[in-house]
């Protein structure tokens, strides 16, 4: 699951600062850069993201602001879209298709609408978003990569009776309350994100009373309420590193709406939840674009290294 973010915009993170500056010069004075979140990102900030483009006439093929290895982007194909000083393989059919798309940064907003218009879904699964009807498109035509620095869970830590004359935790979040709470203001580690039922990976799932969703009430344990402890995770040696996600067009001012994939937790992560984001390694970054060939096999992969944890 992924239900929070951060993205790192300090002066010694080229990569990240990079994709910010041509997002400033490309969307200068339109109202979406003022909406544009950095830092911590939560469901329905708009954040930046890549995506796949038509090369504009005169525009160069490599793209600098995507600093990944030069290498074969997917097993047994590369997506010919390398950097200048590296030797291409032969071309292929796909590197023929994609002869005219380069990798550009977009503004989107996180979380696709619900079909009846109850909230908003912002994780899919990334072992049946190929199939699902509500992703089956976006999958097809609109993945995207997330850049992000770290991102949060909540592990649990122990389970405690109200005291007496304590206020019943009954409490009913609205999206008005909601909208006013998403910077960050009143979230603490008793009552985090997820558990307002925006982690949901599944649109047509019946809820059950503890879950919920962006807009409708959620009702909590008048007997009984759970401590949590907020964790950040990271990987050690990548202060950037690249979600796998799906886009699609949106009636409102971001243009496009975006979900993370997310995978089976590694060893790391699975004390605290059983589900992590689709991190991507850097070889396949362009070929998550570009390859139509390879992309389902790229939905199994395991992260090859060991996330760092950190209490927050």
Not at 109 to 138: D, L, M, Y
Not at 282 to 302: A, G, I, N, P
């Amino acid at each position: 699951m992924c239900g929070r973010y951060y993205v790192d915009q300090e002066d010694d993170l080229s990569e990240i600062r990079k994709i910010l500056t041509e997002l400033n010069k490309k969307f200068q004075g339109q109202q979406i850069l003022d909406e544009m979140r950095t830092g911590e990102i939560f469901p329905t900030h708009v954040a930046p993201v890549l995506q796949a483009a038509q090369r504009e006439a005169g525009q160069s093929v490599s793209e600098p602001i995507l600093e990944i290895a030069p290498a074969s982007m997917s097993p047994g194909v590369s997506s010919g879209l390398l950097d200048d000083d590296h030797h291409e393989p032969p071309e292929t059919h796909q590197d023929r298709k994609n002869q005219n798309k380069i990798i550009v940064p977009g503004l989107m907003r996180w979380g696709f609408e619900r079909p009846h218009g109850s909230g908003v879904v912002i994780n899919a699964r990334a072992e049946t978003a190929a199939e699902k009807p509500f992703f089956r498109q976006a999958f097809q035509y609109g993945r995207i990569l997330v850049p992000a620095s770290a991102f949060f869970e909540w592990r649990k830590l122990e389970t405690e009776e109200n005291l007496p004359g304590q206020n019943k935790d009954d409490a009913q979040l609205t999206l008005d309350s909601l909208q006013r709470q998403k910077d960050g203001a009143g979230w603490s580690a008793e009552r985090p994100l997820p558990d307002s039922g925006l982690d949901q990976e599944d649109p047509d799932r019946k809820m059950t009373r503890s879950e919920g969703t962006l807009g409708r009430p959620v009702r909590r344990s008048a007997s009984r309420r759970t401590a949590k402890q907020k964790v950040k995770l990271s990987l050690p040696d990548e202060p950037a590193f690249y979600m796998a996600g799906l886009s699609r067009p949106a009636n409102d001012r971001a243009g496009s709406r975006f979900v993370i994939l997310t995978t089976a937790a590694t060893p790391s992560v699975a004390a605290i939840h059983d589900r992590q984001p689709l991190i991507l390694p850097r070889r396949w970054l362009r070929s998550w674009l570009l390859d139509d060939t390879f992309v389902r096999e790229m939905l199994s992969y395991v992260l090859e290294k060991k996330l760092q944890l950190q209490d927050v």
